[in-house]
């Protein structure tokens, strides 16, 4: 036969005779198709490959309410002299009409929903590329669930008409009351609700980040967002129940002042980073496994022309 017909029939022939080792070391080398789903962030990139899909758009718009009120509601009411000094907290503003009470309940309850979504999508992402920290995203999530968004919905429900001073001549008649039920109610629900927060910090910064961070799957954006507000919640929640107590205490306008600067700051920490601290990382999720698809949600579908044909 012709050179070119043998050479031909050779080659199937040294596929087929192929050692048993070559094929399982060739199968050892290959790529991970896990480990391709998902592109892990590069250290140095300054842009992110990833589209504003439905959890980037979450988690761009989670923050807004919640800013609003923390940083620019409680500016008003003090400008209207709707509250006063030395009470001027954000508990003492949703408490001193119905309106803000409604405008707090429902721009926490949105923000905290917003936070909930963005950092379940995070866990999904967190087990698959962190598989040994997993047990800390089962605490993180825990925490969440069970302590940090029924705390947050419970002191938006609980309102008082007075905050409780122990300086106060009239303590035991406000105590008499159930006006201090609700403010005990009110209290111990925002305790655990900062405590909570502070715990989710920890996992969130010290455990979680460093992890991801080793792994290259965090955006230098994201991991600074990241890493800057978890340590301030950590070093401002023991100033927080310091300052608490001596305003109970002591009740003077420079506790009262030093308490809603520690309370403001602690709230817009929170807030940075759950949405800006997973914006980046949202988008990239987007990117590699959208949600939904805009045009299948506004469009006919196949089954509906058929059915308008027939």
């Known amino acids: 036969p012709p050179a070119g017909a043998s050479t031909m029939t050779a080659r199937p022939a040294a596929k087929r005779t192929a050692s048993p080792g070559a094929t399982l070391r060739r199968e050892r080398e290959a790529p991970r198709p896990a480990e391709d789903a998902v592109q892990s962030f590069s250290m140095t990139q300054p842009k992110v490959p990833g589209i504003i899909g439905f959890r980037a758009c979450v988690a761009a718009v989670g923050w807004i309410p919640a800013t609003i009120l923390n940083l620019v509601l409680p500016v008003v009411a003090v400008w209207r002299g709707d509250v006063t000094l030395p009470n001027v907290m954000l508990s003492d503003v949703m408490a001193s009409s119905p309106i803000y009470e409604a405008l707090y309940t429902w721009g926490f309850s949105l923000s905290m929903g917003c936070v909930c979504f963005v950092f379940r999508e995070a866990s999904v992402f967190w087990r698959s590329r962190l598989p040994s920290h997993t047990p800390d995203v089962d605490r993180f999530l825990l925490m969440m669930y069970t302590l940090c ?30 006006d201090f039920l609700f403010w005990l109610a009110h209290v111990f ?36 967002w990241r890493s800057s507000c978890s340590w301030c919640i950590l070093m401002l929640t023991p100033v927080g129940v310091i300052v608490r107590f001596l305003h109970l205490i002591v009740g003077t306008h420079l506790w009262g002042v030093l308490l809603v600067l520690v309370e403001v700051a602690l709230i817009q920490n929170f807030v940075v980073v759950s949405f800006a601290g997973l914006a980046r990382l949202m988008m990239h999720l987007d990117s590699h496994e959208p949600m939904f698809d805009l045009k299948h949600v506004f469009s006919k579908s196949k089954s509906s022309e058929l059915a308008s044909a027939s």
Request: hydrophobic share 45%; aromatic share 12%; glycine share 6%.
């Open 189 to 224: 629900h925002t305790s655990v609700f900062f405590l909570s927060c502070c715990g989710m910090a920890y996992i969130y910064g010290l455990r979680l980040s460093p992890a991801l961070d080793a792994k290259g799957l965090t955006h230098p954006s994201d991991r600074f």
């Open 149 to 178: 968004a029924p705390c947050l919905l419970g002191l938006v429900a609980f309102q008082y008409k007075h905050d409780m001073s122990l300086h106060e001549a009239e303590l035991w008649e406000l105590i008499m009351t159930s």
